[in-house]
């Protein structure tokens, strides 16, 4: 969350609004927008910000207590939840803070064939999301395995 918050406060001291800036040739440029809705600009019209404020808090709630529910052993699981945490508290605390939306900046793509533009806490997110995804899928395949193994 610290390296969201510290780029997000760099990227709008720094940059003006809409205005590309090539920092790995026209393949990753820094360019200042914000985002009124959520993941790849998904919106629900005008109470975007506070339908998305509202979803993200229940989501943090679910994660918290899965967190809370796993154990220490669980080192992998608590980092995915960690980085999905962190990354949704930072744009929450945007959504809360600027009522224009979220901070994002990265720009990737190839010349005009641009992708969507995000920020550290969409990549936290993202990471952490397929992490996690990845973790409960080889959870439940080893406990179908060792039920199937049992139920023999």
Same mark, same amino acid.
């Given at each position: 969350m610290a390296a969201d918050v510290v780029t997000k406060r760099?990227?709008?001291?720094?940059l003006a609004y809409g205005i590309p800036h090539d920092v790995l040739g026209d393949v990753v %440029?820094? @360019?200042?927008?914000?985002?009124r809705g959520a993941a790849f600009g998904t919106t629900v019209g005008e109470a975007s910000r506070w339908i998305f404020t509202a979803l993200a808090l229940a989501i943090l709630f679910v994660l918290v207590r899965m967190a809370h529910n796993a154990s220490p052993a669980e080192g992998w699981k608590l980092f995915a939840l960690g980085l999905?945490?962190?990354g949704a508290?930072?744009?929450?605390?945007?959504?809360? %803070?600027? @009522?224009?939306?979220v901070v994002d900046f990265v720009d990737v793509g190839l010349g005009e064939h641009r992708f969507w533009v995000f920020n550290v806490a969409d990549s936290a997110v993202s990471v952490g999301a397929v992490l996690l995804v990845l973790i409960l899928w080889s959870e439940e395949r080893r406990a179908r395995s060792t039920s199937s193994s049992v139920a023999a």
């Open positions: 760099m990227v709008m001291s720094r %440029r820094f @360019t200042l927008v914000f985002n999905i945490c962190g508290i930072g744009n929450l605390v945007d959504r809360l %803070r600027w @009522t224009q939306g």
